[in-house]
């Protein structure tokens, strides 16, 4: 064998091995988009709306959310806006909620006997009743419900939780595959016309690149939410001292009772236990309502806070606020006998995990740089589903008549291997993921063996 023949052969072998490794990952990224494309229509969709969930309830809502601010007079009471509220529906007041801005109404939650939990709004000047809604019954609630499917269960929430695992996939396929190698075209412009398929793959790869950032970064920071993932870090980063952060454990006692259960919380404190009051032990009389509110006022919760009205006789007032400033983040537990802090918990006092998890959160809901971060995250969502639409009309163009259009299997399987190593690294980090790669990596098997077999 002569040297020229062994220098053409190592270079046909080389690109053999490339233009394999090219199909395998094509293949991938084309099962990756199959199974996340219709997720992150959706995600998108939902997404983009939540991110204005404030302005959308103030202007859908303003006949119950807003009120003439009235300069010079004097708020009402708490308890008598309790009061209001329970007389125009009888039941018990769980939680009231301080008007965030002067033009705010403040919200009484009530447990009644027919109707459930309703949410009753107050005009904080006069006293009077603005009218209620179903306890979390508005439209951004239920758009909120929608992006993380939990109105379809556990089985769909853990849907959500393997279609963020792909969408990483799916994003490092698709960098692989745009990624420049002689090719100029195509790359940061768009070629054709809409009639034409290279317009369509011009514009997804183009899109895909400006947004997979986004993509992989919704993903990861939508995944403390998700049903095994999401709960399983939320235990481990709360470890032991009854789930609270480290550097607040204060000697008392504690209730079975977790803060995710009777409030709406922060990620890092679900699991976090609510201490007991003590004085009914010695027949004190509770402080009421109106005094706890005064004594929040007084240690400076940011305005818009709920207060849980103690139900039971060792229960205590819990104030809660979670603003778009991360560091007014803050949990308040008060002895409903004495008025004195049981727990006092701010953002400061989370540990490093849970304070990088909930700046993503924070992020990833639109907050924590104001306008500029729902604008951003907006053109975001756009670009995504612009990214799955045309990834659609492209496999529509591209795929032969009767067949699915999966790209084409490599000639040398060895390929796989690198699968089998994401496979691996997935399953450790994601177990659900993980699960999901090792099911579809017997499908892809089972498939090429058929499709072989019916063309023998």
């Known amino acids: 064998m002569s040297a020229s023949t062994i220098g053409r052969e190592s270079t046909g072998a080389a690109v053999r091995s490339a233009s394999d490794l090219y199909r395998a990952v094509w293949r991938w990224h084309f099962y990756a988009g199959l199974l996340v494309l219709p997720f992150m229509i959706t995600l998108a969709i939902t997404g983009a709306l939540y991110l204005f969930h404030d302005e959308i309830d103030a202007i859908v809502y303003s006949d119950l959310k807003q009120v003439a601010v009235q300069e010079n007079v004097a708020r009402a009471a708490p308890s008598a806006m309790v009061a209001a509220a329970v007389a125009a529906h009888p039941g018990m007041a769980i939680k009231f909620t301080d008007p965030a801005t002067p033009a705010s109404s403040a919200e009484i939650t009530v447990n009644t006997q027919n109707q459930g939990k309703l949410a009753v709004y107050v005009d904080p000047y006069t006293g009077k009743v603005l009218g209620s809604l179903p306890d979390r019954g508005t439209i951004m609630w239920t758009i909120r419900y929608l992006h993380s499917l939990k109105y379809f269960g556990s089985f769909a929430r853990a849907l959500i939780e393997i279609a963020g695992g792909w969408s990483v996939l799916l994003v490092g396929t698709g960098v692989y595959l745009w990624w420049p190698r002689s090719q100029t075209a195509g790359i940061l412009s768009i070629r054709g016309t809409p009639k034409r398929r290279v317009f369509w793959r011009d514009t997804h790869a183009v899109t895909g690149v400006f947004v997979g950032f986004f ?181 529509w163009k591209r795929r032969p008549a009767g067949s699915l259009g999966v790209p084409p299997m490599p000639a040398d399987k060895r390929v796989f291997r690198g699968i089998i190593a994401i496979l691996v690294v997935g399953g450790t980090i994601f177990p659900l993921v993980g699960v999901s790669l090792a099911i579809m990596l017997f499908l892809d098997w089972a498939y090429s063996r058929l499709f072989r077999s019916r063309s023998a």
């Open 215 to 395: 993509i992989v970064f919704l993903a990861i920071t939508g995944m403390p939410w998700s049903g095994v993932w999401g709960a399983k870090v939320n235990e481990w980063a709360n470890g032991s001292n009854f789930g609270y952060p480290a550097g607040v454990r204060v000697a008392v006692p504690m209730s079975d009772e977790h803060l995710g259960h009777a409030a709406q919380t922060t990620w890092s404190l679900q699991q976090a236990q609510i201490p007991q009051a003590s004085g009914h032990d010695h027949g004190a009389t509770p402080i009421g309502l109106d005094a706890a509110v005064a004594i929040f006022n007084r240690l400076g919760l940011h305005s818009g806070y709920a207060v849980n009205i103690p139900i039971a006789p060792n229960g205590v007032y819990t104030g809660s606020v979670y603003p778009d400033d991360l560091s007014r983040q803050r949990v308040v537990h008060l002895d409903q006998y004495s008025g004195q802090p049981l727990i006092d918990m701010s953002f400061a006092d989370y540990g490093p995990l849970a304070k990088g998890l909930e700046w993503g959160i924070n992020v990833h809901l639109g907050q924590e740089f104001g306008l500029l971060n729902q604008l951003v995250l907006l053109a975001a969502c756009i670009g995504i589903v612009a990214l799955a639409v045309s990834a659609g009309i492209m496999w």
